[in-house]
Nanobody
Framework: QVQLVESGGGLVQAGGSLRLSCAASGSIFSINAGGWYHQAPGKQRELVAAITGSGSTNYADSVKGRFTISRDNAKNTVYLQMNSLKPEDTGVYYC?????????????????WGQGTQVTVSS
């Protein structure tokens, strides 16, 4: 089995910074892609940052220049550095990872979600 465990959320004042971590554990061959999603209170979950297996990144317009997604393959961990936080960044942040696992000598990709971590930005 594979687990994604998120950490790093909390309460911060506007303009502050937080660093979220998403650590994958279990039977993992590779992390092929990762993404961070934001779900504001009463709204749908939306993608804010993504990173591919080769390290290419993509960001939602609302976080460009403020958030940075990165990965540490040796630690099977994806990070989200959040700077210049705004009250509208408040919500639950979920990590998603596309993970390769071997079965009968072949690698298959599976999508996994973390449990979410709360970020609250006060004005």
């Amino acid at each position: 089995q594979v687990q994604l465990v998120e950490s790093g959320g909390g309460l911060v004042q506007a303009g502050g910074s937080l660093r979220l971590s998403c650590a994958a554990s279990g039977s993992i061959f590779s992390i092929n892609a990762g993404g961070w999603y934001h779900q504001a209170p009463g709204k749908q979950r939306e993608l804010v940052a993504a990173i591919t297996g080769s390290g290419s990144t993509n960001y939602a317009d609302s976080v460009k220049g403020r958030f940075t997604i990165s990965r540490d393959n040796a630690k099977n961990t994806v990070y989200l550095q959040m700077n210049s936080l705004k009250p509208e960044d408040t919500g639950v942040y979920y990590c998603n990872a596309i993970i390769g696992r071997t079965t009968m000598g072949r690698v298959y990709e599976y999508s996994y979600w973390g449990q979410g971590t709360q970020v609250t930005v006060s004005s």
